[in-house]
């Protein structure tokens, strides 16, 4: 993975993180609703993660936003 994708991911993983905070849920909370880990959830906000179209779609719905929501600009 280079540079820029590290960069996508870590915007990626902020804009979750608002998204999360805004609703006053916790990385626990949200894991439930998504039905995986707390751990994942962190790993994905930190930008470690590179997830799945299918888990980024769950997350989204569990915030209650649309996917596009979720994704940073491009640069």
């Not at 902020?14 to 039905?35: H, N, P, Y």
């Not at 888990?55 to 989204?60: M, P, V, Y």
Request: charged share 30%; with cysteine.
């Amino acid at each position: 993975m280079n540079l820029s994708d590290q960069h996508f991911l870590r915007r990626l993983g902020a804009r979750i993180r608002e998204q999360r905070t805004a609703l006053g849920l916790s990385q626990l909370e949200l894991g439930r609703k998504c039905e995986v880990h707390r751990t994942f959830i962190g790993s994905v906000e930190r930008g470690e993660r590179n997830l799945s179209i299918l888990n980024l779609r769950i997350i989204a719905r569990a915030l209650r936003v649309g996917l596009a929501d979720l994704l940073p600009s491009a640069e």
